[in-house]
């Protein structure tokens, strides 16, 4: 592959003197499962309806998860076709890192899971959790080991199995998540592309608007915790939504900023998908035009740490991206925690 034509942005890792290596995304994949749980059947089972459910979020389907399959499963499907797509094998895998809020158990990781399944003998793995986020936070971390030259081919998966966290019975939450995984492989390839800066924040003091209060070593599980419906996702709807918009303009500026790029540069922008009116929000404070950003939840709903990686395949796989453009990702979950990535295709 000879070098792209020169671009007007500055790459801001080459000021801390990385210029030598680049780490590109050589492969993207994903997966959701098969089962298709539709707003209709959601109102036979809480209080809701398909014109509610789809005016205040755009969701009208999301996928669910069978119940012998977990979290590993669907990374392990998404990461085999993320190394297909790079035409790289297992064993070339260095290192796994995968973003989940819902990993099988609570160790081993669903990284080491997902080693085992794929057959990435010689790669090292661990999990990383920044709920909604992960996936950025995720890319950062597997570029650092890259630009550092500490490894050359790293797995980075964001995957879920929502449905096993979510109270069925709660028609404020259990409306908006779903089930899925995403992939990509991070190279590094001798051009000027690739990803260009990964900007992130965390706000711990509003760590109770958006949480699963129970399982953990604070309320370990007890016959109590279960019947005070504490192995649930909770939320604050309202605050996440307001601290969900002023997150993601703010890194999206600050990436942009980065970069010395404006938002009209921007090929395509792909948002955290958690509900239509949070990515309107976003684009018109951020000026982007609507055609530029790319929504899937009506398929999919909120799949957390999957949400960006399976929207990143489905744009690259359906041609909308070419070669030289210019992607800017953008996420928000629980923590609170946000993020944004500037991608040249
Ligand atoms: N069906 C029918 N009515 C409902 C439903 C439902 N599924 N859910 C709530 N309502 C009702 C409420 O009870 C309320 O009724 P009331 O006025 O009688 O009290 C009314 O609808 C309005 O409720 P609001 O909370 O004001 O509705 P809002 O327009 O804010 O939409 C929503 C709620 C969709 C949750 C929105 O606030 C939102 O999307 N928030 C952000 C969620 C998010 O981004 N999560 C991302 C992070 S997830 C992570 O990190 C794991």
């Not at 370990?220 to 939504?241: I, N």
Request: with cysteine; net charge neutral; hydrophobic share 45%.
């Amino acid at each position: 592959m000879t070098d792209l034509p020169p671009v007007p942005f500055r790459n801001p890792r080459a000021r801390h003197g990385f210029k030598s290596r680049t780490c590109s995304v050589t492969g993207v994949g994903s997966y959701v499962p098969s089962r298709i749980l539709t707003n209709d059947e959601l109102s036979r089972m809480v209080d809701t309806n398909d014109e509610w459910i789809t005016t205040r979020t755009g969701i009208r389907e999301r996928r669910i998860a069978a119940a012998d399959e977990a979290t590993s499963d669907l990374a392990a499907k998404a990461a085999v076709r993320a190394l297909e797509f790079a035409n790289v094998t297992a064993d070339q895998v260095d290192l796994i890192i995968v973003a989940t809020i819902t990993p099988d158990m609570l160790f081993p990781s669903v990284a080491c899971l997902v080693q085992e399944r794929i057959g990435a003998r010689k790669a090292a793995a661990f999990d990383l959790e920044a709920a909604c986020s992960g996936f950025i936070y995720a890319l950062e971390v597997g570029q650092q080991f890259i630009m550092s030259h500490t490894y050359d081919t790293v797995l980075v998966i964001g995957a879920e199995k929502l449905s096993s966290i979510i109270d069925w019975t709660d028609r404020n939450t259990c409306v908006l998540f779903g089930d899925g995984a995403g992939a990509v492989v991070l190279q590094s390839r001798p051009r000027s592309h690739g990803l260009l800066t990964a900007c992130m924040g965390a706000d711990g003091s509003k760590a109770g608007i958006l949480c699963m209060p129970g399982g953990g070593s604070r309320i370990p599980a007890s016959s109590d915790s279960v019947a005070s419906r504490l192995h649930f996702l909770r939320m604050d709807g309202r605050e996440t939504f307001k601290n969900a918009v002023l997150a993601m303009c703010t890194a999206a500026n600050e990436a942009l900023q980065r970069c010395d790029l404006s938002i009209d540069q921007i090929q395509c922008i792909i948002p955290h998908q958690a509900n239509r009116r949070i990515i309107e929000a976003v684009a018109e404070r951020l000026q982007a035009p609507p055609d530029r950003v790319f929504v899937n939840l009506d398929r999919y709903g909120n799949t957390s740490a999957a949400s960006v990686a399976i929207a990143l395949d489905e744009v690259v796989r359906s041609g909308r991206v070419k070669t030289g453009d210019l992607l800017l990702l953008l996420v928000f979950g629980a923590g609170l925690t946000w993020g944004a990535a500037v991608i040249q295709w």
